[in-house]
């Protein structure tokens, strides 16, 4: 039976009368000995194709949800292999949302958990679900805490939440006040997704033509976290920091005090508390921040290293050195002088130093006396890499045998 043919027998049932069973009956009767089944089953397919289109236009429909791979690859870690294999099932619904627009939302559930988000546009509604699989990966089936998206907004809850967490309280302080002084200012309470690297290159720049360039380096590398951290809690989906152009600012060293400068020094503040602190910053090599922890401990200055991250307290030991030795002639515990009076006083004698000097000269000393390598790094704190710390554990006696060596 050829096309023409069955399409005049469909034109002619389509012509009968309705109720005229007998007829219709007697027309595919007489095409029953021509017409093959596949043929059958392509005009049902097409009909029924056409059909479930006009339904879809016209009433609300729920089909299985397929992201891509990009999508998938957005996703936390836990939910990407499930998805990828179709563990989970999310179904999109469609609905007629006033007269011209739909609204879709994404169903499924995780766990006994229902995940349910909805939008006027499909890929909005994407990154919501996706959003939406980070807060129940966070927070389980409690409600997620709403997350602000403005730049001061989201920049303080970023510093509250996971900031302080990873860096020491002194870098923390640093922190917060360029934050304070400068990118508040700047960025106020537009909303992060209206952000674009032109504004965040204008502040860098500024900052540079100020030769502030040490803060502008401070100043991107914050922003630099603060963008990423949006973008991991799907605020944004593009850090605009990854388009601004930045030279890092070549870092000044500090120079090492002269031996008249470290006599002068411990000569100005005799007969007051600080004399003994900046003795033992000369002599010991200690970072500014370390001074208050410092601790006499028989013949060692035992005091807490703070370089060292995560939370994770490591000590350091350095021995009495005979030229800090006279300093604590009948001290028995280290009364610490306030940070900020040591350094105004530092720097009202030595206006072209600066209080980290002293670490500088201690280690230019040790350099100059001949103190090993290994034992200098012990001393100011340096690490010796993964092995050196696994496998060296340096004895008493060979420390102070090298501190022994400090004697000018």
Request: net charge positive.
């Amino acid at each position: 039976m050829t096309n023409q043919e069955l399409d005049n027998i469909l034109k002619t049932l389509k012509s009968l009368p309705d109720g005229n069973d007998e007829l219709a009956r007697a027309v595919l009767k007489a095409a029953a000995d021509s017409i093959t089944l596949n043929k059958v089953k392509e005009l049902t397919a097409t009909v029924g194709n056409k059909e479930q289109q006009k339904t879809n236009e016209s009433m609300n429909y729920s089909e299985i949800l397929i992201f891509s791979k990009e999508e998938i690859l957005k996703m936390p870690a836990r939910f990407r292999k499930d998805f990828r294999c179709q563990g989970i099932t999310a179904h999109v619904h469609k609905r007629r949302s006033g007269k011209k627009n739909w609204n879709y939302e994404i169903r499924c559930q995780i766990n006994k958990l229902k995940v349910n988000v909805s939008s006027n546009n499909l890929e909005e509604a994407k990154q919501k679900f996706i959003k939406r699989l980070y807060e129940v990966e966070t927070y389980g089936d409690t409600k997620a805490p709403t997350i602000p998206s403005t730049f001061d907004g989201f920049s303080e809850y970023y510093f509250e939440n996971f900031y302080k967490r990873k860096v020491k309280a002194e870098t923390l302080r640093v922190g917060l006040n360029q934050y304070k002084n400068h990118l508040k200012p700047h960025f106020g309470n537009i909303p992060l997704k209206r952000i674009t690297p032109k504004i965040c290159q204008d502040l860098l720049d500024r900052l540079d033509e100020q030769g502030k360039g040490k803060t502008a380096d401070d100043v991107h590398s914050l922003l630099n976290m603060i963008f990423k951290a949006a973008v991991k809690h799907n605020i944004i989906h593009s850090n605009p920091m990854d388009m601004v152009f930045h030279t890092k600012h070549e870092q000044q060293h500090g120079s090492a005090l002269t031996k008249e400068e470290e006599k002068l020094l411990l000569e100005k503040t005799a007969e007051t508390p600080q004399q003994l602190m900046f003795a033992i910053a000369l002599y010991t090599g200690m970072r500014p921040n370390e001074y208050e922890t410092a601790k006499l401990d028989g013949d060692f200055i035992v005091a807490i290293n703070s370089k060292r991250k995560h939370g994770k307290v490591e000590y350091k030991k350095i021995p009495v050195t005979p030229m800090l030795k006279p300093y604590l002639v009948g001290v028995d515990e280290i009364q610490f002088s306030s940070l900020r009076i040591m350094r105004d006083r530092f720097n009202k004698i030595f206006p072209k130093h600066k209080l980290y000097d002293l670490r500088t000269t201690f280690y230019t000393r040790c350099q100059e006396c001949g103190v090993a390598d290994v034992a200098r790094n012990e001393f100011v704190g340096h690490s010796l890499g993964a092995l050196g710390n696994a496998y060296t554990d340096l004895s008493d006696e060979f420390l102070i045998r090298e501190a022994n060596k400090l004697n000018y």
